[in-house]
């Protein structure tokens, strides 16, 4: 496995995400869109909530949100619930799975799915999925310049 960027980390799992025939929209950069772009339905997007560096290791604790809209009394709350919780167990076996050659690990032990009912500023429900993903980390410095003492 090479070192990848976060960068990159989010835009491979956007994209894996965004393959899914059920999923609208995925979008790592979700805040801006909440507020200032059209929110397409269902929706994917991911947020990086703890970085650990570790020998050799960087362990990124993700929260993967999978949502659709509901109406105003969520009547179809359960059936929205239902098929959100079905994307999301897909992308979560794809990122297992999915690829031999991933540049990751995740870490099977360590995942928790909570369902949720929210106003993102619509009305949703889905799933927030909490997991650790691994990614190598070679411990060398960037080229960033430095002044010396």
């Not at 999301?88 to 949720?116: A, Q, R, V």
Request: aromatic share 10%; net charge negative; glycine share 4%.
């Amino acid at each position: 496995m090479t070192e990848i960027t976060y960068q990159t980390l989010i835009q491979r799992l956007t994209t894996i995400a965004g393959a899914h025939i059920n999923v609208a929209s995925s979008d790592a950069g979700v805040l801006e869109t909440l507020n200032y772009g059209e929110i397409r339905y269902p929706l994917v997007f991911f947020v990086c909530d703890t970085t650990e560096i570790r020998p050799n290791e960087m362990y990124y604790n993700m929260i993967m949100l999978v949502c659709d809209i509901v109406d105003d009394r969520l009547l179809q709350q359960t059936t929205i619930q239902s098929k959100m919780l079905e994307v999301t167990k897909d992308i979560i076996s794809y990122l297992i799975n999915g690829d031999i050659n991933s540049d990751w690990i995740i870490d099977e032990t360590s995942m928790i799915i909570t369902p949720f009912v929210d106003n993102l500023p619509d009305l949703t429900a889905g799933w927030q999925t909490n997991f650790t993903i691994r990614v190598p980390y070679n411990n060398t410095g960037c080229e960033l310049p430095f002044n010396t003492i």
